[in-house]
């Protein structure tokens, strides 16, 4: 599997260009695009997620054109936006098992199953009966990853999932994402350079709308 982002380029209608003529190949496994704020991270991956139009430029799923055919790659993709909202009265069990139903998923035995097994995951299942509103900043990114995971998605996206988060709390969150399947595409967007380095196998640096590099962050982005 492989996604190639070609040509891409959006400029909102104020006059900011979010997207100058992006190009780039992301492979499986955890891809980390690494900008600083307002380089256009959000407006790729939005983009991408089929939310958003480019003006110009083309996204290629395997051989799926995505902005021709945006309902195939809806079905294989998990999304979890940047300050992402929480019904907060609901608890997480019920909350997963309503995307479940909508995502499709069997019967509700078989929701049932899945849902423990994603609350096992993301490491809430004890608090599964508590309301989304009570969560900490590290328990609602860790539910937003488990909603994400619904369906089992191949294409995973993560906008600035650690922001916020104390050490303590990234360090679980880098565990649950290492975690996921090694046939999949997770693509995390962050500024934090060490989100990078812990977690991806490849990146590429974007601002102002275009990529300064790409590579494996063993090579090193110590000195960004
Ligand atoms: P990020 O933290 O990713 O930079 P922003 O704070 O820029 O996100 O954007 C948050 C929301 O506000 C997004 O939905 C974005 O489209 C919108 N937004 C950001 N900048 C502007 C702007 N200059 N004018 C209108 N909407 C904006
Ligand atoms: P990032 O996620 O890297 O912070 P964004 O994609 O949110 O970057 O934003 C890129 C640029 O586009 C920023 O200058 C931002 O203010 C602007 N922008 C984002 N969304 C909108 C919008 N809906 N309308 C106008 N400008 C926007």
Known sequence: MELTINNLSKTYPNGVKALNNISLTIPQGMFGLLGPNGAGKSTLMRTIATLQDPDEGSIILDTTDVLKDPQTVREQLGYLPQDFGLYPRINAQVMLDHIAQMKGVGNKGERKELVES??????????????????????RQRFGIAQALVGNPKLIIVDEPTAGLDPSERNRFYNLLSEIGENTIVILSTHIVEDVNTLCSNMAIICQGEVLMTGKPSEGIASI
């Open 118 to 139: 994603l609350l096992q995951k993301v490491n809430l299942y004890q608090h599964r009966r508590k309301a989304l509103g009570t969560y900490s900043g590290g328990m």
